[in-house]
């Protein structure tokens, strides 16, 4: 059995539990945020996911807090232009900011692309996404070894809860334009992401740069488990335990 498949995706949080838990983690990261800027160190957040796995959502719960002026998310779609003249990380490259500019930077979907949907959809040949590994390792190795603190998600739901969600928003006006008819191609390949999505966790998750699973078929828990392992992880690296309210 793969390794996400043994993943139990029930796990949830009562009402109050998950307001409490979302609140303490919201506010310690805002102080280390400021401890960041203090000590001139930036935290870069990696999120991947399924379709529909919360990326966007997770993400708005951990940026509430902060400083405005600390953080950016970076939602960067396929290479065009300078950047598709160049190797595939140096539109990451030349996005990452300064400790003085921005502490916080956030990519909603990443370098990864490269052994995800370049992979699966034929974007790209299978040596170049083969050596990716070696390369995305490496980058991570520099960014870390200039000070910057990583930490990476994989969202992961069941096929079940995402074709649940797909339903949702094309049953919901405000909400249809998130689903395309990428979504559902995607979809009809799941087998094939999965499988490289398995590697992915394999060869990339290092001692600089561990990945970090999560449970996301109920919201509430994968906010709160993001939340909280960012709390642990810039703690750990700042040596600094926030407060706890």
């Given at each position: 059995m793969?390794?996400l498949?043994?993943?139990?995706?029930?796990?949830q949080l009562s009402?109050k539990?998950?307001e409490?838990?979302?609140?303490?983690?919201?506010?310690?990261?805002?102080?280390?945020?400021?401890?960041?800027?203090a000590?001139?160190r930036?935290?870069?957040?990696?999120?991947?996911g399924?379709?529909?796995a919360g990326?966007g959502?997770n993400?708005?719960?951990?940026?509430e807090?902060?400083d405005?002026?600390?953080?950016?998310?970076?939602?960067?779609?396929?290479?065009?232009?300078?950047?598709k003249t160049?190797?595939?990380?140096y539109?990451?490259?030349?996005?990452?900011?300064?400790p003085?500019?921005?502490q916080?930077?956030?990519?909603?979907?990443?370098?990864?692309?490269?052994?995800?949907?370049?992979r699966?959809?034929?974007f790209?040949?299978e040596?170049?996404w083969?050596?990716?590994?070696?390369e995305?390792?490496?980058f991570?190795?520099?960014?870390?070894?200039?000070?910057?603190?990583i930490?990476?998600f994989w969202?992961?739901?069941?096929?079940?809860?995402?074709?649940?969600?797909?339903?949702?928003?094309?049953?919901?006006a405000?909400?249809?334009?998130?689903?395309?008819?990428?979504?559902?191609?995607?979809?009809?390949k799941?087998?094939?992401?999965?499988?490289?999505?398995e590697?992915?966790?394999?060869?990339?998750?290092t001692?600089?740069a561990p990945?970090?699973?999560?449970?996301?078929?109920f919201?509430w828990?994968?906010?709160?488990k993001c939340?909280e392992?960012?709390v642990?992880?810039?703690s750990?690296?700042?040596?600094?335990?926030?407060?706890?309210?």
């Open positions: 793969a390794m498949e043994k993943l139990k995706l029930d796990r009402s539990e998950y409490r838990r979302l609140l303490t983690a919201q506010l310690q990261l805002r102080e280390l945020a400021f401890q960041l800027y000590r001139k930036s935290l870069v957040v990696v999120y991947e399924w379709d529909a990326k959502g993400i708005r719960r951990v940026t807090k902060l405005p002026r600390g953080y950016e998310v970076l939602s960067i779609a396929a290479p065009a232009g300078e950047d160049h190797h595939y990380l539109r990451f490259w030349r996005r990452l900011k300064p003085d500019e921005k916080v930077l956030l990519f909603d979907r990443s370098w990864y692309g490269r052994v995800l949907v370049e699966v959809e034929g790209c040949p040596a170049a083969k050596r990716a590994y070696r995305i390792n490496d991570e190795r520099q960014l870390s070894a200039a000070g910057i603190i930490a990476k969202i992961h739901i069941s096929k079940q809860e995402q074709l649940r969600r797909f339903d949702q928003r094309a049953d919901t405000y909400k249809r334009w998130k689903l395309t008819d990428e979504d559902w191609r995607n979809r009809e799941w087998d094939q992401y999965l499988e490289a999505v590697e992915m966790l394999l060869k990339t998750s001692l600089v990945w970090t699973v999560v449970e996301g078929d919201k828990w994968a906010r709160v939340l392992t960012l642990k992880t810039v750990k690296h700042l040596n600094h335990k926030p407060e706890i309210r």
